[in-house]
């Protein structure tokens, strides 16, 4: 019998005892409850001797060993015809499952939060025999499954109808359960295509890198010593001198984020390189890759992790999660009963490796016979200690392109000590400097983006106050005040302009103009972007290229440059640069957000400066401005070889697109 339906047997058995001994259990009419399991399920087979052409001799004999020893074709049939199965048959239920959904909705009124429903896992099991009873039968009758279907499905149905809990139900049929069975047993038996091997580095490169890894050196002692043993095994059966076998089978135990995946990584490697495997990959997974929701699900999802792992290395994080939970319906030692098999059955050309905290991982590994002899070899994975935390953060930081300024070490050091001397059950050594760096990098890039014209050194540093969120807050704060203190000032010196108003600005053409888009404050959501058009003589761009935003931040001869000013989105011009090729530039403004409908409505008291030398020469209020999402500013034009600038102000209704296609420009 196989070894799963037999253990879930036994618990269902257990089960009914139990359930027997309760002041709310009913008299069963077959004696005990017990006995009750065995009688109604071996009825239900014998009406499938009567209503189907299934083999009787087979049958029988699948009997006898899953449920009675002394079982007779004759006896079975019988049942049938017999209260209560009689009745019973008819409308796809069992006096054993009225009984057990009585005793369930009984225990949920006492018990809001039971729901480890007895009646469904009688269901279950009369699901699993019925399946492997169909499976051990040289010729399945399709007749039998449909019938069989056919009594499951009336029989999950009565006990879905009779709880007053919602049970989560098995929706397979039996029918479905047998062809995945076929399609995974002919998958099995086709030769897999051969595949070039992923492996690129030589051995000496892998042991390299294995050496160059941060901490771990009682690991790398460990796996040095296997790989040497290894070695002089197989020199020794090149020799013609007796080699002693090896189980090659792991067990990793350590916290998390201590390196037992990228360790297993590089031994999968390693062992490709040393001949031992064929392929020399690592298929990672866990218990929910493994255990399946309903009967006969966990072995086909065993097999085919199993069929991905051939010639390299399965990992199984968290392995102890299989055993964990022994409630009768749990597949996961159905999960470790077909893995064993398989390990034994591939043991050629596969190694698996199982991970999880130390504690648990030993519990695990006890729990079954099987698991203590296959797997003998244990590596231990310790906490990183704060230095070797910080190596690995400066190795991040490297390997992204960042550097860390000496004060930015040192905070970093002090956070490390920190968070391993105050470590708990939460400690997550490589993962939690993992998370560190990327809350680095996304506050430097929350502070670059308060300033403008950065260098590459600046763009690659990492500072003091981009590894704290207090003072990344009050550096944000200093930035702001400061930089509000620098635009105020400007604000009324110029001359205020009228919409459609031209003026010469010849005296200006050496100088550096900055034309800005100001306001008052701006509403939630709301933000502020800066364009300029180069224009040919026909007003429209040569090329897209001629459209300068902060994505092409500067045009082509460096005449005109998109920036943010003090939060202000602005465009600098250099008159003296502009190409002979163009003959007007316009300066457009867009304010948009999340929300469709922002706009300028929701930007208080915005105006358009031109601003020389620290100083404002002319400012162009846009109070005129209701619905609009774009609008042209300025434009400075050439006129009998002079340079001019007209206040325009005019807004468009649509988005930038209908703003970029008047001056040619194609957006997708």
């Keep these: 019998m196989n070894k799963t339906l037999e253990k879930n047997l036994d618990t269902l058995y257990e089960l009914c005892d139990k359930a027997e001994s309760l002041p709310m259990s009913v008299k069963s009419s077959y004696g005990s409850y017990r006995q009750s399991l065995k009688a109604e399920f071996e009825g239900v087979i014998g009406y499938l001797l009567i209503q189907t052409t299934i083999d009787e001799k087979e049958t029988v004999a699948f009997t006898r060993d899953c449920l009675n020893p002394r079982a007779e074709a004759a006896e079975m049939k019988k049942r049938t015809a017999d209260y209560p199965l009689k009745g019973n048959l008819k409308r796809g239920t069992l006096e054993l499952l009225d009984f057990f959904i009585i005793l369930d909705n009984k225990m949920r009124d006492n018990d809001s939060h039971y729901n480890s429903s007895v009646s469904h896992l009688l269901y279950l099991l009369l699901f699993q025999v019925l399946l492997e009873l169909f499976k051990s039968l040289k010729k399945c009758p399709d007749q039998a499954v449909a019938e069989a279907d056919d009594f499951l499905k009336k029989m999950l149905h009565h006990l879905t109808q009779g709880l007053n809990f919602s049970i989560q139900a098995n929706k397979v049929t039996l029918k479905e359960m047998l062809e995945q069975e076929k399609d995974s047993d002919e998958d099995d038996d086709e030769e897999l295509p051969e595949k070039q091997p992923e492996v690129t580095e030589t051995l000496e490169e892998l042991l390299a890198q294995l050496q160059a890894l941060t901490g771990l050196e009682a690991v790398k002692k460990d796996v040095n010593s296997m790989i040497n043993m290894l070695k002089i095994q197989q020199i020794r059966q090149q020799r013609g001198m007796k080699s002693t076998p090896m189980s090659l089978h792991m067990v990793f135990y350590g916290n998390p984020g201590t390196g037992k995946t990228t360790v297993a990584r590089l031994i999968a490697k390693i062992y490709y390189r040393l001949g031992v495997l064929s392929k020399g990959h690592l298929i990672e ?13 966990t072995a086909l999802k065993v097999k085919k992790v199993v069929k991905q792992a051939m010639g390299g290395i399965l990992f199984i994080d968290e392995a102890y999660t299989l055993t964990r939970n022994q409630s009768g319906n749990d597949f996961g030692q159905e999960a470790v009963d077909t893995l064993l098999k398989c390990m034994e059955d591939r043991r050629n050309d596969l190694i698996v490796i199982v991970a999880g905290y130390p504690e648990l991982m030993t519990q695990f590994i006890s729990s079954n016979p099987g698991l203590q002899s296959r797997f003998n070899k244990y590596i231990n994975f310790v906490d990183y200690k704060p230095n070797e935390l910080l190596a690995i953060f400066e190795s991040m930081c490297h390997q992204q392109g960042y550097q860390l300024s000496d004060k930015a070490k040192a905070t970093a050091k002090n956070y490390f000590v920190n968070l391993y001397e105050n470590r708990d059950e939460n400690f997550a050594n490589g993962r939690d400097v993992r998370n560190y ?87 939630a959501g709301i933000e502020l972007d800066g364009y300029a058009f180069l224009l040919g003589q026909n007003g429209k761009v040569l090329s897209d290229n001629d459209l300068i935003f902060f994505g092409q931040e500067e045009s082509a001869d460096g005449s005109v440059k998109a920036d943010t000013i003090a939060m202000y989105p602005s465009i600098v011009i250099q008159l003296r640069k502009v190409s002979p090729v163009y003959e007007k530039i316009s300066v457009c403004f867009s304010a948009y957000g999340e929300d469709d409908l922002l706009n300028f409505t929701k930007v208080v008291k915005p105006v358009i400066q031109v601003i020389c030398d620290g100083q404002e020469l002319y400012h162009l209020p846009l109070s005129h401005l209701s619905r609009e999402k774009c609008l042209v500013g300025l434009e400075l034009y050439l006129h009998r070889g002079s340079w001019k600038m007209k206040a325009v102000g005019a807004g468009y209704n649509g988005k930038l697109r209908t703003l970029c296609e008047s001056f040619g420009v194609e957006i997708e």
């Design 437 to 523: 760096f990327e809350k680095a990098i996304a506050r430097q890039a929350n502070r670059l983006a308060l300033r403008s014209n950065w260098t590459n050194d600046q763009l690659a540093r990492i500072e003091a106050v981009d590894l704290s969120d207090n003072l990344s807050s009050a550096y944000e704060e200093e930035v702001q005040q400061e930089q509000k203190a620098a635009a105020l000032p400007i604000l009324s010196n110029g001359r205020e302009l009228r919409a459609g108003e031209r003026v010469d600005m010849a005296a200006y053409a050496d100088k550096t103009l900055t034309v800005r888009l100001h306001y008052e404050r701006l509403g």
């Design 285 to 297: 997974t866990d218990r929910a890759g493994l255990v399946g929701s309903y009967v006969g699900h």
